[in-house]
């Protein structure tokens, strides 16, 4: 089974369509790590194409404070903006969608899909150091995540052992991992709609459970036309800027 493995689509159609068209043939079926929406301009149209094409998720951050499951009150001013804008802007149909999305870690056919750690949806795992109390309990031999919108991720040998797969993919060519049969594996996909490891294009994982092979994949997208919609919509303006930056 060929797994498409997506995370941080933050309202951003444009990403997800570039994304989609560059996976087209190469997957069976599609899960993803939440934050569907929050930043960008078009949460409706993302969380309705989540609901007809996703077979498993769970719930990000984004996603609670959006549907009002949380309040945005650990959010900065420009992310608390957003989050309002796009409850306001969500159909009350999206809106129940999200609020029903289950809470990480979710067991899946051979992995576990989270949000942000398995100890806490909402916990980073950025460094080496982020990863020393999960990997003391961390069951599954492999866990994709998302939530620092970083493509990588941490391989840990013995429980103690962890080690960083840096940044995976960086020039034209996706990347290949084999995963190892006496390791734990917490991989991130990167972010499709708002990346932060300054690599401006969308990014996603493909998974195939077969040959035990994780392959990370960057793909240009339609940059200015996102940005236009979030000046229009009359989101903040660095939430347009950041696109370009990919940071
Ligand atoms: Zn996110």
Known sequence: MRYLILSDIHANW???EAVMNDAAGHYDTIVCCGDIVGYGPDPNAVTEWVRGNVSAIVRGNHDKVCCGIEDPEDFNPIARAASIWTWKELSADNRAYLRE?????AAHAGFDLVHGSPLHEDDYMVSRSDVFAVALK???????????HLQ????????RNIGSLGKPMVGSRPAAL???SHANYLINPGSVGQPRDGDPRAAYAIFDSETKIVFFFRVPYDIETTQGKIRKAGLHDQLARRLQTGC
Not at 101 to 105: E, I
Not at 138 to 148: D, K, N, R, S
Not at 152 to 159: A, E, S, T
């Open 138 to 148: 961390l069951q599954p031999a492999l866990t994709f995540f998302g939530h620092t």
């Open 152 to 159: 990588g991720g941490f391989l840990i040998v013995r429980r």
């Open 14 to 16: 444009e990403g997800l």
């Open 101 to 105: 999305l289950p809470q990480g870690p």
């Open 178 to 180: 084999q995963l190892e």
